[in-house]
């Protein structure tokens, strides 16, 4: 069966074609193609996403991607079966875009649709380039983005419970904020590291906040607080030698932080496999010490492939796949949908929420 995916919750457009056989759990469903487009260019003179810019790029570029995807398979929308889309969560004009889209095409060919959450595809994306087995349940996934940082513990496809997650700043955000202090045009993230590895990571002592608390939450608005006032003592123009030593010290800082708390969530679940999702799992740092700290501890250590880190189809592909194949996905009938900018992750097992936003603007339950 070939599924026909959608996502575009935030600034990235995305169309995926997945190939499954429910009837046979353990033949891995494979990605025959996918497409994407970034949204960056577009908001970077603004320093963070505009969600009715971002709502309008996704209508323009929605069904040129669709008709990419699906020329790159080398198939007519009547060999799709389903159609799967992110319902949640995310931007709602955005999350709008994919839904009409995914329900209108749907809708038109008789075929069921699949709503996906947007964090459970983050969170299976490694599943996409692994080999049969590999990352495996049970395991702790942290999922590190621009808009999220959780930890999860995940027994099986559907079935995950929150175990801690950020009270104000998300990682991305932390490094994308601090970036900007430094004057590295939006979203920062990847320049910040890239200017890091030219720099010292303890000339600056910056706080690593909740680092003891016993908890597996995080806090990283105080981080750019910090930054902020450290850079205000220091000569203008910063040298590119102190730009560079302030990068790498506050990537050690949100990085330890990272590291410190998904240890600590191996050791409370006695998972024994870890999965890092979301954009800041490229971050080379990350990668480096989470190594380590998989040697040391002996747990088994998986990144998606870089280009399934970010935002994309492929990934809402393949939660819609691989729950047909747990026998839980919610194949519903086209045509009667809603969105949910707000959706636990731990509730995703649950089926859609009955909170919601419909595109008459209402909203409902
Ligand atoms: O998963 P993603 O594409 O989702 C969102 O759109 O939220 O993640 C984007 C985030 C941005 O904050 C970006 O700065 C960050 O991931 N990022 C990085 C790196 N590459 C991307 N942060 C640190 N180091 C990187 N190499
Ligand atoms: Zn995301």
């Known amino acids: 069966m070939r599924i026909l995916a959608f996502e575009s919750s935030c600034d990235e457009t995305g169309a995926a074609v997945v190939e499954v056989d429910p009837a046979a759990p353990s033949v891995a469903p494979r990605l025959i193609s996918h497409t994407l487009h970034s949204q960056v260019a577009l908001h ?5 996403v505009v969600p009715e810019l971002a709502s309008r790029d996704h ?13 790159q398979a080398g198939i007519q929308l009547a060999s799709i079966d389903a159609v799967a889309y992110t319902a949640g969560p995310g931007l709602a004009g955005a999350l709008l875009v994919g839904a009409a889209m995914a329900h209108g095409v749907a809708f038109g060919a008789g075929l069921p649709v699949i709503p996906v959450h947007h964090l459970e595809g983050h969170l299976l994306s490694p599943f996409i380039d692994a080999p049969a087995g590999e990352g495996a349940f049970p395991f702790v996934a942290l999922l590190v983005s621009g808009g999220h940082t959780q930890l999860m513990s995940v027994r099986g496809v559907g079935d995950c419970e929150g175990l801690g997650e950020s009270i104000d700043d998300a990682a991305g955000e932390a490094f994308d904020k601090t970036a900007m202090l430094l004057g590295l045009p939006y979203p920062g993230g990847a320049a910040l590291s890239r200017l890091a590895e030219g720099g010292r990571a303890d000339a600056f002592d910056f706080p690593r906040p909740l680092a003891h ?20 003592r220091l ?13 790498a010290s506050i990537e ?9 708390k998904a240890r600590a969530a ?11 999702a979301g954009g800041v799992g490229a971050n080379r740092r990350l990668r480096e010490r989470l190594g380590e700290a998989a040697t040391r501890d002996g747990f088994r250590l998986h990144f998606p492939d870089l280009r399934f880190c970010m935002d994309n189809a492929a990934m809402i592909g393949f939660a819609a796949a691989l729950r047909l194949q747990a026998g ?24 859609e929420p009955r909170r919601a936003v419909s595109p008459n603007g209402g909203r409902s339950g």
């Open 44 to 48: 970077q003179p603004y320093g963070g």
């Open 213 to 232: 608390d016993g908890s597996l939450d995080f806090s990283f608005s105080g981080l750019k607080t910090s930054v902020w006032t450290r850079v205000q």
């Open 252 to 260: 050690a800082a949100i990085v330890d932080v990272l590291v410190l």
């Open 328 to 351: 839980s996905a919610p194949l519903r009938p086209a045509g009667d949908f809603a969105v949910h900018p707000r959706w636990p992750l731990a509730d995703a097992g649950l089926g």
């Open 59 to 71: 209508v323009r570029r929605i069904t040129p991607l669709a008709e990419a995807v699906l020329e």
């Open 235 to 247: 000569p203008a123009p910063l040298s590119e030698a102190v730009r560079a030593d302030l990068a």
């Open 266 to 276: 191996l050791r409370r679940t006695g998972h024994r496999s870890l999965v890092v």
